[in-house]
């Protein structure tokens, strides 16, 4: 059976993106014996992001769904965008998280990195450091050119 996600798909049928306590899950309702159950198709986060890994994840799981992503992602980006500033809870987690994240970095052992089968594994989480790397550039930039005054306590 080919269900159907999206405006413009021909149907009623819609993923939707729905929020449970702090989490956002891509979601559809489905029909099973008279009764509405939730198909979670994936986890999106805090912040609801329809990513190529998401997009990957859900048509491997569920490979006789069509899903109108481009309706999504314009949903996702404009409905459910936050000022992050004024979120204090948000900003916590987030620092807690990025001093975890420089914990993980910081135990990490290239030589034994190196030493990995693996070589595309390798090659990604070289990729994504120096994509960390920039974007840590780019934000510091701005803090120091005045655009993003960091909160002194």
């Known amino acids: 059976m080919l269900i159907h996600y999206g405006r413009n798909a021909g149907t ?3 993923a939707f993106i729905r929020k449970r306590g702090n989490t956002y899950y ?5 029909r099973k014996k008279g009764r509405v159950h939730q ?16 997009i990957e994840g859900v048509e491997a799981r569920h490979p006789f769904v069509r899903v109108n992503w481009k309706d999504l992602k314009e949903k996702a980006s404009h409905q459910f965008v936050e000022p992050v ?3 204090a809870q948000f900003l916590r987690s987030l620092l807690s998280d990025i001093r975890n994240v420089h914990l993980e970095i ?16 390798r090659d990604q989480l070289t990729s994504e450091l120096k994509l960390l790397r920039g974007t840590l550039d780019v934000k510091l930039n701005q803090f120091r050119k005045g655009k993003l005054t960091p909160l002194r306590t």
């Not at 198909?39 to 998401?54: M, Q, T, Y």
């Not at 052992?109 to 089968?117: A, D, F, G, K, N």
């Open 12 to 14: 009623g049928a819609m």
């Open 85 to 87: 500033g004024s979120d």
């Open 26 to 30: 891509l979601v559809h309702n489905v």
């Open 106 to 121: 910081a135990d990490l052992h290239w030589p034994y990195l190196e030493m990995t089968q693996d070589r595309e594994l």
């Open 39 to 54: 198909l979670h198709l994936a986890r999106l986060g805090r912040r609801p992001r329809i990513s190529d890994e998401v």
